[in-house]
């Protein structure tokens, strides 16, 4: 969306200079994380390459006197950061990861995927229930806010 936004703005040059910010701390990342971490500092230095990326695009676009505002995608953002830390939480600190491994043994492919599907399962159960959460804590605010 981001991305887009440049375009339509006919901004071009800031567009292409973020592809290149994002490209060099991609490269840079992986260069750093990719021997500490193997596999895991790829995702790590992908993750924090786009939100450099995304950052740094809304704040140019803050900047610019367009008269939008950018305070909703940074909020869309902080939640779904939340979301995810709750979820990680719950699921490998609250034992939920022991728990499946636990339950579903073997080295077969059959059990490799009914583990997978589990544990996805689980996860997508959690982050629905953070979103159910989220939203009658909001309901409740706005009633205590209005009487």
């Not at 979301?83 to 990861?97: E, K, M, N, S, T």
């Not at 636990?102 to 077969?108: A, M, P, V």
């Amino acid at each position: 969306v981001v991305a887009r936004i440049f375009h339509s703005l006919n901004r071009m040059r800031d567009k292409i200079w973020l592809a290149v910010q994002y490209l060099g701390t991609a490269a840079l990342g992986n260069v750093l994380l990719t021997p500490l971490l193997q596999v895991s500092g790829i995702a790590v230095s992908a993750t924090l390459s786009i939100n450099l990326h995304i950052g740094l695009g809304l704040w140019l676009l803050s900047r610019y006197r367009t008269g939008m505002r950018t305070d909703g995608f940074i909020r869309v953002i902080l939640r779904a950061y939340a979301f995810g830390a709750a979820v990680y939480a719950l699921f490998y600190l609250g034992g939920l990861d022991a728990l499946t491994e636990r339950l579903i043994r073997g080295d077969s492919h059959r059990q490799t995927f009914l583990l997978g599907f589990v544990r996805v399962t689980i996860v997508f159960a959690l982050y629905f229930a953070c979103e159910i959460l989220a939203r009658h804590l909001k309901r409740r605010r706005a009633r205590l806010a209005a009487g």
